[in-house]
């Protein structure tokens, strides 16, 4: 059974912190990957990683970075929060199965940023 | 303008009715993948397609993948209230673009 493990499920941070959100899988899935998730709009990709120390950047990169030292771990990084970054933000780990992409997610992080 | 339209955004039904939700894009995908999501949690894999043309069934609920592979449905049968929460569609080119979502409520 996939387990995707997020550091923790509500963060408060106040504007110009620095927040670290972590993601432990326990699969050794390949690859990595940091949603957040906003009202009507779905999930959209921050980050993405297919391997140790490697990293990509997904849709909505800007104001944030990411970590992978470790293959089960992904750790996403605001470097300074601002308000428009409170969202839910989804950790999710796959392995390439085919042609599909089949992903497992953890449970979230609901960030608020005052 | 999402990739990946869903419609309806939102339906509210009574237990046991049916219903169908739609997946629609204008690309073409080499997988899509269905996922339930509800409150507080993360979304769960239900189902993947591969193929055009394809139907899978899990239990009251039925996938099909267009024959272009642009398109998806999920139809529940009989809908009871453990259905209700948000579903995702995703597909998969060179990455995975997700929908926005349906957001079910069935009512006892």
């Known amino acids: 059974d996939v387990k995707v493990t997020q550091s923790s499920r509500y963060l408060v941070k106040r504007t110009g912190e620095k927040v670290f959100l972590e993601c432990v899988q326990d699969m050794d899935h390949e690859n990595m990957f940091w949603y957040r998730q906003d009202p009507g709009l779905g999930l959209r990709l921050i980050y993405f990683s297919y391997d140790v120390k490697m990293k990509e950047k997904g849709d909505i990169p800007e104001g944030y970075s990411v970590s992978r030292e470790k293959k089960e771990r992904f750790s996403l990084i605001l470097e300074s929060a601002s308000t428009n970054q409170t969202s839910m933000y989804l950790c999710?780990?796959?392995?390439?199965?085919?042609?599909?992409?089949?992903?497992?997610f953890g449970p979230g992080t609901r960030l608020t940023v005052t | 303008t999402q990739l990946l339209e869903q419609s309806p955004q939102f339906l509210s039904i009574q237990e046991g009715e049916n219903l169908t939700v739609y997946c629609n894009s204008s690309s073409v995908f080499s997988s899509l993948q269905w996922y339930r999501q509800e409150p507080g949690e993360g979304p769960v894999l239900l189902v993947t397609v591969v193929t055009g043309g394809e139907v899978k069934k899990l239990k009251r609920l039925t996938f099909q993948f267009g024959d272009a592979r642009k398109d998806s449905s999920l139809h529940i049968t009989a809908a009871q209230p453990g259905d209700t929460g948000l579903y995702l569609c995703?597909?998969?080119?060179?990455?995975?673009?997700f929908g926005a979502g349906t957001r079910l409520t069935v009512k006892p």
């Open positions: 999710a780990s796959s392995r390439l199965a085919g042609e599909s992409y089949e992903q497992y």
């Open positions: 995703a597909g998969a080119r060179n990455d995975m673009r």
